[in-house]
């Protein structure tokens, strides 16, 4: 089960990576994308729990969010 998905450009996911502290062995789930409105790359990891057989909830773990973001 692949539980990361990011739109963002290469370098983008690399300074996340970096700003979180990144390592292979770490298993945390993510999600990147551009905010709609004014197009800053954010990411949110967060932890998946099963409720049920094969029913998951969701915990917000982190939000990272570039600050004074020109949108272009
Ligand atoms: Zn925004």
Redesign the pocket.
Known sequence: MHLSHSNLKQDIQKLFDQFHGYSESMWEPFLDFE?Y??A?PVRIYYEPWEFAMGCYGYTVVEIIEVMNWEKK
Request: charged share 0%; proline share 0%.
């Open positions: 905010c409105g004014c800053s």
